[in-house]
């Protein structure tokens, strides 16, 4: 009987931890409230330009994964997006880009340090998956991109995540 047991319970754990998921919204469908009840409280939030309000859900400081949750004027989830990767570093434009636009396109960052060119923020994430690495931006005085670069951990950088 105690075998049984462990097995229910268990499976209702990882029935209950499947929900938490962002990946189970629907852009279109899913609300607001969906997005509370499903993920509770947002890491940080922003709203950008056309009014939409963005939604944080970071894994940090050692998570690899930032998920953010993109909620239109009308309450509903327009999309639901891992930025954590080096397609979202792509879209970080050297020279243009601000701090507050490289703050909304990450999310949390792991690390904010002053280096000799100026401040830099990193943030941890996992190339394909399952290779650990870094992001890493650093500014400008004049608070633009002085330049942005993934760095990946060759040996899986011998930590247990």
């Not at 029935?15 to 990946?23: E, I, K, S």
């Not at 340090?113 to 994430?125: A, C, Q």
């Not at 608070?143 to 950088?157: D, H, K």
Request: hydrophobic letters at 35%.
């Amino acid at each position: 009987m105690r075998l049984s047991t462990a097995i229910v319970l268990l499976s209702l754990i990882g029935a209950l931890g499947g929900c938490a998921n962002p990946r189970t919204l629907v852009a279109g469908q899913s609300t607001e409230a969906d997005v509370r009840s499903r993920l509770g409280n947002a890491t940080d939030t922003h709203v950008d330009r056309n009014g939409d309000r963005i939604w944080n859900y970071a894994t940090g400081p050692w998570g690899h994964e930032t998920y953010q949750v993109r909620l239109g004027t009308d309450g509903t989830v327009k999309a639901v997006t891992q930025v954590l990767t080096e397609e979202q570093l792509d879209k970080v434009v050297v020279g243009k880009t601000t701090r507050d636009e490289v703050a909304m396109m990450f999310g949390p960052r792991y690390e904010e340090v002053t280096y000799m060119p100026g401040l830099t923020w990193t943030w941890y994430f996992h190339k394909g998956g399952n290779q650990p690495g870094w992001l890493v931006v650093a500014f400008n005085p004049d608070g633009t991109v002085l330049y942005r670069i993934a760095l990946v951990e060759p040996s899986g950088g011998g930590r247990d995540d």
